[in-house]
Every structure is written in C-alpha cells, then in structure tokens.
C-alpha cells in the first residue's frame, strides 16, 4: 500500500515535550512493519509560522489529488486523527477525498473500521477534535482579553521593552539598551527638523541599532514605532483602549509632538529666521501648520526689499478656506498687544499681590488639616481592625461576621490610603512660584519684545496653548499653569 505521511505538532505541545521526530518515527516503524511504501512526508510545527499548519494541509491536499493516480496513493497516515482533521470541514475534505480518489485514512493510534460504525466512530471523533480546537481558541482568546484589561500586552514587547518570563508582577520591562534608543527616537523627532532618513542616518552615527541583524532603522520601523500608541500606555484590543500598567518611557507631550509632524499639521523648522514657523501656529480653518516665506520685491531704484509673512501651509485648501497670510511685523504686533493684556492696573497689582498671599496661606493650613485628618482615620480604621482580630480569637464572632467586617474595614482603609497617596499638600514654594509668576505677567510683553526669536518661542509655547491664526484673527489661549522654570530663567 502506498501512503503519504502527514505529521504535526502544535507550539503549546512542543513545550510540553512532544516533538515531531516522535510522530515520524512511530508512524515509519508502523508502515515498514505493515509492508507500505512511504510516497511522500508532509511535516509542519505551527510555531515556525502561523497559519503553516493549514498551508501544509491545503498543500497536501492539492499534492494527493494531483498524485492520486500516478503514484496509486492509497491513504493519508498520520499518528492519530486530531493530527489531521481539526474540525468538521477537514473531516468533509477528507471524506471526499476518498470518494473522488479512493485515498483513505490510516491512524498509529485510532482504527475505526468499516461500515456504518466506523464512520460513525470518525464523525464523533472528528466532533471531538473540533470542540478542543474551538475551546482551547476561546481560552486563549479569554487569556488574552484578560491580559490586556490587567494592563498587560499580548505576544512580543514591542522594540524599547522586553518579556520577562515567569515575573508575574512586571512581564514586560524597558529593555536595559534598547529603552534608550526609543527614547532617543522620539526626542529627535519631536524637535521637528528630522525626515525618516535624516533620523535613521544620526541614530546610526550615534551608535543606536535597531537589531543585530538589521543595524540601521529604516523608513517603515521608524513610522511604526513613531505611531505606536503602546508608547503613551495605550493598549488597543477589539476596539477597546486598556490603561498599561508597565512602564512608560514616553511622554503625552513628546508623543503629540512627533504625530504633529508625523501628520502634517507641524512643519520641520529647517529655517531658524522664520521664528513663528514650524508649528508654533495652525492655521485656524484648516489645522496646518503656518509657515515663514521671504518675497523680494525690486524696486524702481534697482535695489531690493524683503518681506517675511506667515501663512497657511495647505497648498491646496477648500473652497471656503480664507486666505491666511501676515506680515511678520503686523503678528509680532499682535502678539506683543495680547501678551500686554495680561498685565493688571499698577493699582490693582499690590492688593492682587496680597489676595495670592492670602489664598495659598489658607491653602496651606487646609491642605495640612485635611493631611492629619486622613492620617488619623487610617489609624482608626486599623486600630479597629486589630480589634476586631482579637475578638474573632476570643470566640465573640462567628467567621462570617468576621469576615464580612474585615472586608468593610479593608475596603474603606484602601479608599482612605488612596486619598491620601493623592493628597498634593500645599507649600510655601508653591507660593512664592505663584507671586512670580504674577510678576512676570506684568512684564511679559517687554520681555517678549526684548528676547530673540528662540526664546519667543519658549515664551509661546509655555504661555499659549493651541496658538492659532485665521485670516484677521490671532488666537492665544494661555496655558494653566505656566511653567514656573522658564519664568525663573527668563526674569531672573
């Protein structure tokens, strides 16, 4: 009899120990000891790839109806059916293989016979494996889920972190090397100067590499890894966004910063005389980024005048998009008339001076109070809890009450702790950060008008949030609260 041999083993049974060697050796002692002639093996292990275990299969199939004449095939052999057949619609296949070809199936471990009974035995066999194929998919999905919804991710550590096995408590940490190439990644990206390749000529010069197979980082890896929400600790699944619990080494700010460029609404600042380009503004209509260009204008005596203006960088806007263009000088103006803004009348400021002093004193003590008064009930709470304890050991208690009022107790502990880890107490620094940050609020429009162009953006960017311009408007909302170590190091 002439036979195809077929042989698999899955990822989860090769830990276990099994192997294909097994399988194969098994089956050929069978067939030399049967007097059958082996035509062809067929072998897969479904960790080498996923998806090879049906490829193999689908192939074997195409193989044997081609061969099925020529080599005069007889049987598929296989160890035993849970190899072969996986669900009801391999057992169909199979079944019409036999009808179309006459080629049959032959087991090591299962015989089911001839007749009404043993294609009965096959069907509730081939039931079975579908119902282990179908269960072990919905546990490993359950698994999976559950992974995620813990803040965990699924498979391999996308590049900056690292599996650790066996550690329950941390599974994925930043890798000791690699953690520090994603950092450096998204800090030069961020700045807005870099292209794909530009990025991946200066990591290589600096010594970063992306694996020892593949040194250089390429154009796909670096938008992949520029994208990757895991990053900021979002973890995507179904749908669904779970909160990571491991360890971030990302920024929200940074990683906003480089999908902005990413996305077209920054422009790289190639230009450090365009002070107010490279997505310091968009454009209010559309959400580009605003962009420097120079004109030159000849003029009738033969010499030549230069203007700056800023404009919208959309090349190809709606029909609806009003033109937005400044002069450079006509926004430095308007900037200059909303950053005065701030300042309050010379006779207000002392009483302001004081109301800021008088609300952080009371901010203080309420702060510390609240502190104590927090601290003091989680002493309570234990204190009743060691009471409790011991009367349970005296026999005062049944179990269930115990444990009923343990439960409370540790509940309402848990809650009190939290508030208490969450307490930000109020100080005397903060005061003081407060009281200069009001003073130089009263000067930022000198100081602005008194600063070169790199520190004009550093007051923007600190000062403003969403910096927008249309096509007569200039839009500055103002951060809250401001960065208090600019102000120190621009006043002081």
Known sequence: MNIVIWARVSSREQKEGYSIDAQLRSMRDKAAKLGWTVVREFVVAESAKRGADRKAFNDMLRWIK???????????????????????????????????????????????????????????????????????????????????????????APFGYINVKGNREEPVQPHPEASQTLIRIFELYSRGNQTFESLADQLFREGHIHRKSQPRFNRTTLSHILNNRFYIGELIRNGQTFQGKYRLLIDRRTFQLCQDVLHGRNRRTGNPTHAFAGGLFQCVYCSQAITGERVRRKLADGSVREHLYYRCANNAPSADHPRVRWRAEVLEEAIYDDLRKMRVPPEIAP???????????????????????????????????????????????????????????????????ESLAKHEATTLADQQAALRIFQWTQNAAQVWRGSNNGVKREILETVCLNRQLGDVSLYLPKSKPFDFWLFARISG
């Open 66 to 156: 081609r061969n099925a004449n020529r080599k005069k095939i007889d049987a598929i052999f296989a160890h035993k059916l849970d190899r072969v057949c996986r669900n009801m619609r391999d057992a169909v296949r199979l079944q019409a293989l036999e009808d179309d070809y006459g080629v049959t199936l032959a087991f090591v471990e299962n015989d089911f016979g001839p007749g009404a009974a043993g294609a009965l035995s096959f069907n509730v066999m081939a039931a079975v494996a579908q119902y282990y194929s179908d269960n072990l998919r919905s546990e490993v999905i359950k698994g999976m889920d559950e992974k995620v919804r813990q803040g965990w991710p699924t498979g391999l």
């Open 351 to 417: 009483w302001f001076r004081e109301a800021i002093t008088s609300a952080f004193t009371d901010a203080i003590g309420f702060k510390s109070r609240q502190k104590a008064m927090l601290t003091k009930r989680v002493t309570e709470l234990k204190n009743k809890q060691a009471r409790l304890l011991d009367v349970y050991l005296g026999g005062d208690v049944e179990e269930a009450a115990y444990q009923g009022k343990s439960a409370e107790l540790k509940g309402e502990i848990a809650l009190v702790e």
